[in-house]
């Protein structure tokens, strides 16, 4: 009987530690590190960025580990399907596409789209004035999806990217006419940079829920409705203490949080 008493004891200790491990394995959380000011790499090799500061924040919020994993943008998804990573904290819309292959927590930010071109050139219409024209864009992402759909059509050629970095670098190079992309990430990531000189925004801004959703969000895998939860209670707790707006205004000059 005190066989018995002890190897159930035994089980019930090993469950325990088993669980301890469990919650003490860090969240994996993917990200693409080219996309400026929300992600990015800083002179010594180390991801910077409102993306990296938030979700370290709500790490911290959530009393976890967090460890960064680095992934172009277009393999963040499946990574996340086959469990290379457990959530995706990267700029990513929240989209009804989207949500047929993962979940997604509140919005962090909301922002919209436009487009940039050298400074001087004069669009009203750029559905028909930019016919004929190529247009950068990063490859899998809410713009791609709209401009394939709305620009491609009309004869607008598409140019897709594994990073905005190197749409930058083609539009300033000159072979790219126009970039499409998020607005802020154009103004700060590049306008407001020394290669970003000499180009501006064209056009009007872009905020159709069909393509642009409903802000970004932070992915996890379909029906972790735990780590989603935690997440969408973090992101509620930083925002009502301070520390969402401490990151916030380290980048912006605006609400970048939106409507």
Not at 15 to 28: H, T
Not at 82 to 92: G, N, P, W
Not at 154 to 164: A, D, P, T, W
Not at 217 to 228: N, Q, T, Y
């Given at each position: 009987?005190?066989?018995?008493?002890m190897?159930?004891?035994?089980?019930?200790s090993?469950?325990s530690?088993?669980?301890v491990?469990?919650?003490?394995?860090?969240i994996?959380i993917?990200?693409?590190?080219?996309?400026?000011?929300?992600?990015?790499k800083t002179?010594d090799?180390?991801?910077?960025?409102?993306d990296?500061?938030?979700?370290?924040?709500?790490?911290?919020?959530?009393k976890v580990?967090?460890?960064?994993?680095?992934?172009?943008?277009d393999?963040?998804?499946?990574?996340?399907?086959v469990?290379?990573i457990?959530?995706?904290?990267?700029?990513m819309?929240?989209?009804?596409d989207?949500?047929?292959?993962?979940?997604?927590?509140?919005k962090?930010y909301?922002?919209?789209?436009?487009?940039?071109?050298?400074?001087?050139?004069?669009?009203?219409?750029?559905?028909t004035?930019?016919?004929?024209?190529k247009?950068?864009?990063?490859?899998?992402?809410?713009?791609d999806?709209?401009?394939?759909e709305?620009?491609?059509?009309e004869?607008?050629i598409?140019?897709r990217?594994?990073?905005q970095q190197?749409?930058n670098?083609?539009m300033?190079?000159?072979r790219?006419d126009?970039?499409?992309?998020?607005s802020?990430n154009?103004?700060?990531?590049f306008?407001?940079?020394d290669?970003?000189?000499?180009?501006?925004?064209?056009?009007?801004?872009?905020e159709d829920?069909?393509?642009?959703g409903?802000?970004?969000?932070i992915?996890?895998?379909?029906g972790?409705?735990?780590?989603?939860?935690?997440?969408?209670?973090?992101?509620?707790?930083?925002?009502?203490?301070?520390?969402?707006?401490q990151?916030?205004?380290?980048y912006?000059?605006?609400?970048?949080?939106?409507?």
């Amino acid at each position: 009987m005190n066989k018995l008493v002890m190897f159930g004891a035994l089980a019930l200790s090993m469950l325990s530690l088993s669980a301890v491990a469990d919650d003490a394995k860090p969240i994996r959380i993917g990200i693409e590190a080219g996309y400026p000011p929300f992600s990015m790499k800083t002179a010594d090799g180390k991801l910077a960025g409102f993306d990296v500061d938030i979700g370290d924040a709500l790490c911290e919020q959530m009393k976890v580990k967090c460890v960064w994993v680095e992934q172009e943008f277009d393999g963040l998804i499946p990574a996340l399907k086959v469990k290379k990573i457990d959530a995706i904290l990267s700029s990513m819309t929240i989209t009804d596409d989207r949500k047929k292959t993962v979940d997604f927590t509140v919005k962090y930010y909301h922002t919209p789209a436009r487009f940039v071109m050298k400074q001087g050139t004069d669009v009203k219409d750029p559905l028909t004035e930019l016919k004929g024209k190529k247009v950068g864009v990063l490859r899998a992402s809410t713009h791609d999806r709209f401009a394939t759909e709305v620009l491609e059509p009309e004869g607008i050629i598409l140019v897709r990217y594994g990073s905005q970095q190197e749409a930058n670098l083609d539009m300033v190079s000159g072979r790219l006419d126009a970039m499409l992309a998020d607005s802020v990430n154009l103004d700060y990531g590049f306008l407001r940079t020394d290669a970003g000189k000499g180009f501006a925004f064209v056009g009007p801004t872009y905020e159709d829920a069909k393509y642009f959703g409903g802000g970004a969000g932070i992915a996890v895998r379909k029906g972790d409705e735990e780590l989603a939860k935690k997440f969408n209670t973090a992101i509620t707790e930083i925002r009502a203490d301070g520390k969402y707006k401490q990151v916030q205004d380290k980048y912006f000059d605006f609400d970048v949080y939106g409507q």
